[in-house]
């Protein structure tokens, strides 16, 4: 009777094995695998955008939406808490427009998205991209009388079949990526992979972080090419890696920079860093020993050419260990992960995070505004 009970046991068990291993090999095979450099379309749906002048000024915003899903309501299963999904579609929805209305009143000739979802099981399957585009091109029509469309592209960064954690209630299927809208005319994009820290078979199922890298033409008072560009880059550096991840990802950013920079063009990085830079002031964020904690970059890599800019007047996110909402927000963390870094060749004349309340998203939008050349330099 022992024997044949063992030997259902181990029938059982080895067909769990077996599924599993099945799996596992259902995960490989349909991993998504980017190129290293690969072109992104630009839609003008909306319409072409405007010529960029030599001299220009101009705003850029840089918003981490956290899927539309991570607002006051919801704390998050990698940072301590319970939560991988918004609490219904109508809190996604809601989420979802008043992230759009922040930005619609802010109206930035460009705008940096990140962690925004297009068919993702978290998000109810909502392409929020499309609803982005939707929206904003509504407020334009309704709050500017000189309306401009936004130009837009989109990379992947998350692109799972299936996640099966966390077990009590698995995320599933996972399309997210970065975007960029801009009411500048796009004359190339392409999405550049980053290293990626994580090995077989977590690397199935987790992030292939990216780049998203823009041209914008620059032309002269006339309407001539000057032989510049504008390069926006768009980012989501590494969150839960031991730190090389970050690092490694750091440094292919900081030679693309230098790269671009070296040919005379206008370069602006902004995003998500997971990382704060050396030179902002977080003495009012102090970081707990039982929480998530940010890396550091320290901008002397960097060098002189580089402006690295985070505004610490309002933190730029917030801790997902709990939900935001009726905590007490003196004690609560808070984090500044959240900024821009900008080529000497451009004037910088204000860097501010908006404080939004945390109320759509676990990251606030931060606010930039510049003009292209840099007078101080002789550049203008």
């Known amino acids: 009777m022992v024997k044949k009970i063992l030997k259902v046991i181990g029938i059982i068990l080895g067909i769990l094995v077996a599924l599993v291993a099945v799996f596992f ?53 990698m940072d301590g808490g319970s939560g991988e999904t918004v609490t219904t579609i109508e809190r996604n929805d809601v989420n979802i427009a008043g992230i759009d209305g922040m930005i619609a009143m802010n109206n930035p000739d460009v705008l940096f998205v990140q962690e925004i979802d297009r068919n993702s099981d978290r998000s109810y399957n909502n392409d929020q991209l499309a609803k982005f585009k939707s929206d904003l091109a509504t407020y334009e029509d309704q709050m500017n009388e000189n309306n401009v469309p936004y130009e837009t592209t989109f990379a992947y960064n998350f692109n799972a079949e299936y996640v099966p954690y966390p077990v009590n209630n698995m995320m599933g299927h996972i399309e997210s990526g ?49 032989g510049k560009e504008l390069v926006l880059i ?26 671009e920079l070296d040919k005379g063009n ?9 990382q ?41 996110c917030r801790s997902l260990d709990q939900p935001y909402k009726d905590a007490d927000h003196d004690t609560f963390q808070y984090y500044l992960i959240d900024g821009f870094i900008v080529s ?34 002789g550049d203008k």
């Open 178 to 226: 970065v975007a960029v809208f801009s009411k500048y005319s796009i004359d190339e994009s392409t999405r550049v992979s980053l290293p990626c820290p994580f090995k077989w078979p977590i690397r199935t199922v987790n992030l292939k972080r990216c780049l998203l890298v823009n041209r914008v033409p620059v032309v002269d008072e006339d309407g001539k090419d000057t």
């Open 266 to 274: 206008y370069v602006i990085v902004g995003g998500d860093f997971n």
């Open 276 to 316: 704060t830079f050396s030179n902002a002031d977080i003495s009012m964020y102090p970081v707990r020993d039982d929480v998530w904690a940010p890396g550091s970059i320290d901008v002397d890599d960097f060098g002189s050419r580089w402006q690295c800019l985070m505004d610490n007047s309002v933190p730029s």
């Open 344 to 377: 000497d060749n451009i004037t910088v004349n204000t860097v501010e995070t908006l404080d939004y309340g945390f109320a759509g998203s676990d990251h606030n939008p931060v606010l930039m505004s510049v003009k292209l050349g840099n007078e101080e330099k």
């Open 25 to 77: 090999i259902w995960l490989s095979v349909n991993e998504y695998k980017p190129a290293d450099v690969e072109t992104v379309a630009v839609d003008t749906s909306e319409g072409k955008g405007q010529q960029l002048v030599d001299g220009s000024e101009f705003t850029v915003m840089s918003w981490n939406v956290g899927y539309c899903g991570l607002g006051d309501n919801m704390d998050f299963f």
């Open 234 to 259: 768009n980012l989501h550096l590494e969150a839960y890696d031991d730190g090389e991840g970050k690092i490694a990802q750091t440094n292919a950013l900081k030679k693309l920079m230098d790269d």
